[in-house]
């Protein structure tokens, strides 16, 4: 049945969405402030993902909607090739003071992008620029993880480890996969990182023996895969990780789309699992969702080496018209400034206590095979109905949203990422809300 505030639904064709499914009974949202969305029929909406992982100061921020607001009368566009406009520097400045690692990792240089996945296909293209700026030239391979998420670009797809992203399209030639870590197995219920698995990093072994290190320019993960269903890296797993791409002048890059800006209680995972990449990807919580933008930190060795040749010629032969986007930096800045006044960069270690024992309190609850937790974000793993992968997952979602609650499944994995805001009552609600539903969904 169609909501009554339903405008024509004919013409947008949604991205990552059952069209006709959604069509036929939709949900749509209408205004948000704080915790909460509203729906177009006045229902309100708990958020348990800050939208897609990326609010993490919450909603309806006065503070940036100024902070746009001023920048779209002041100077709404301005080309970024071979011109600039003193905020992007502002903003790439104040990001490198906070930059993974802090100051002693050395990932100061920003490269402005428009989305994670251009933050992901940018940070390929500047590790296989690297490489051939150090003689390198035959590195041109890039190695993902199977069940890892980078995004939508061809890039990105093709260093993924979803199925569905890769199954229709061509994949990029060049790239291969490393195992996943997910063992529920021997390491279900587990509070904390994982026992199980640090040993998995071994198989970046494997691909030098296969393909020869020489051919390869960089391997890409997400230090937590989140999208495809928050599956937590063993103990020990990216220090390996690290030693080995080393070993092997392979770069490494953490995608820290979703971990980055406070998600795990520390400002990026790098600062969280004391692991330090040569680059890092990022966009969601770098505006607080509020304008499309990702940030790549490079490390200054790889700028520097690329900052070589005539001084005429330009030395990284990419970019977006949307690179350093005034407004998108106006919003990045003014969400900085509430991250740090608030300190919520690191509030989620302030609460992942709570979270975790509210969230493994589920435990025991029917088809519930394994739950897992870092920082603010939760994974809990349904069992698949016979034949019916997604089913149960999907008949979660939507009670959880009938009845005002908003979380996000990947087939049967429901995940909750809320934002950093968020107080123990409204824990304890989203505990129990999912609870109810996933007891409905038996
Ligand atoms: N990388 C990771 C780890 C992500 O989780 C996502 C999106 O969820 C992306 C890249 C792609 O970001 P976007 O949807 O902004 O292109």
């Known amino acids: 049945m169609l909501m009554s505030n339903t405008p024509s639904l004919e013409n ?17 949202l209408a205004s948000a402030k704080g915790m909460y969305y509203t729906d ?11 939208g ?6 919450g909603h309806g921020r006065e503070k940036i909607a100024d902070a746009v607001a001023r920048q779209l009368i002041t100077m709404d566009y301005a080309p970024s090739f071979q011109m600039g406009h003193p905020l992007a520097f502002d903003f790439a400045e104040k990001l490198a003071a906070h930059a993974p690692g802090g100051k002693k990792a050395g990932l100061t240089k920003v490269f402005f992008t428009g989305s994670g996945s251009e933050s992901v296909d940018t940070a390929l293209k500047i590790a296989i620029a690297y490489q051939r700026a150090i003689g390198q030239g035959t590195r041109t391979r890039v190695i993902g993880r199977e069940r890892g998420y980078h995004g939508v670009g061809f890039g990105g797809i093709s260093v993924g480890g979803l199925v569905n992203n890769r199954r229709v399209f061509p994949l990029l030639p060049g790239t291969d996969h490393i195992r996943h870590t997910h063992d529920p197995v021997r390491n279900s219920f587990v509070k904390g990182l994982p026992e199980h698995g640090a040993d998995l990093a071994d198989d970046l072994e494997r691909l030098v023996a296969l393909h020869g290190a020489e051919t390869i320019a960089a391997v890409i993960v997400e230090p937590v895969a989140g999208s495809t269903g928050v599956l937590l890296p063993p103990k020990g797993y990216l220090e390996r990780l690290r030693a080995l791409s080393q070993k092997h002048g392979i770069l490494l890059i953490f995608d820290e789309v979703i971990t980055g800006f406070g998600r795990l209680g520390t400002p990026f995972a790098v600062d969280y699992f004391g692991v330090v990449p040569d680059l890092v990807t990022t966009a969601k919580g ?26 005429s010629q330009i030395e990284l032969f990419h970019g977006y018209t949307y690179s350093g986007h005034p407004v998108a930096c106006a919003a990045g800045l003014a969400t900085l400034e509430v ?10 270690a302030a609460m992942a206590d709570h979270w975790q024992d509210a969230i493994h309190s589920l435990k ?17 793993e349904l069992a698949s109905r016979p034949d019916a992968v997604g089913a149960r ?9 009938k009845n005002g609650l908003l979380v996000r499944v990947t087939g049967d994995i429901v995940a909750l990422s809320p934002p950093l805001i968020i107080e123990k009552e409204q824990i304890d609600t989203i505990v129990s809300m999912l609870g109810d539903a996933i007891k409905k969904a038996a």
């Not at 897609?52 to 100061?57: E, G, Q, R, S, Y």
């Open 12 to 28: 947008y064709w949604m991205p990552f969405t059952a069209n006709r499914q959604f069509k036929a009974a939709p949900r749509l």
């Open 40 to 50: 177009v029929d006045g229902g309100q909406v708990l958020d348990g993902t800050a």
């Open 52 to 57: 897609l992982w990326c609010v993490n100061a």
């Open 286 to 311: 770098l505006t607080n969702g509020a304008v499309p933008m990702g940030a790549v930190f490079a490390s200054e060795t790889i700028y520097g080496a690329l900052m070589h040749g005539p001084e």
């Open 339 to 348: 991250y740090q006044e608030e300190g919520l960069l690191t509030r989620a």
């Open 364 to 380: 025991g609850l029917p088809g519930i095979v394994d739950i897992r937790t870092i920082g603010l974000v939760a994974g809990i």
């Open 393 to 401: 997952g999907y008949d979660v979602f939507t009670d959880c949203f």
